[in-house]
């Protein structure tokens, strides 16, 4: 059965830091292009950062270069995104996307960014 499942979201203060991991069964990541996406209430779904497969190239939203870094290891079947300097507008469901010969989407996890 094919499965992402994302973790590490929660409460944290402007600022601070939170690292989200999204772990894949039933395929393996190395042949998809992993990406990172974002929802907040009220509005649309938006790429945060991808990183694609062969030559591990990254692209990220403007609004997160520099705080967000996103990578993956193969052998754990598993992609991270590392999220530093966060701020309230940083605050959403944050979804993991593997884009290959199939689309699969996790189920989110939440993250809150608030004093």
């Known amino acids: 059965q094919v499965q992402l499942v994302e973790s590490g979201g929660g409460l944290v203060q402007p600022g601070g830091s939170l690292k989200l991991s999204c772990a894949a069964s039933?395929?393996?990541?190395?042949?998809?292009?992993m990406r990172w996406f974002r929802q907040a209430p009220g509005k649309e779904r938006e790429l945060v950062a991808g990183?694609?497969?062969?030559?591990?190239?990254?692209n990220y939203a403007d609004s997160v270069k520099g705080r967000f870094t996103i990578s993956r290891d193969n052998a754990k079947n598993t992609v991270y995104l590392q999220m530093n300097s966060l701020k309230p507008e940083d605050t959403a469901v944050y979804y993991c996307?593997?884009?290959?010969?199939?689309?699969?989407w996790g189920q989110g996890t939440q993250v809150t960014v608030s004093s």
């Open positions: 039933g395929f393996t990541i190395s042949r998809y292009f």
């Open positions: 996307n593997a884009l290959g010969t199939s689309d699969y």
């Open positions: 990183i694609r497969t062969i030559s591990v190239l990254t």
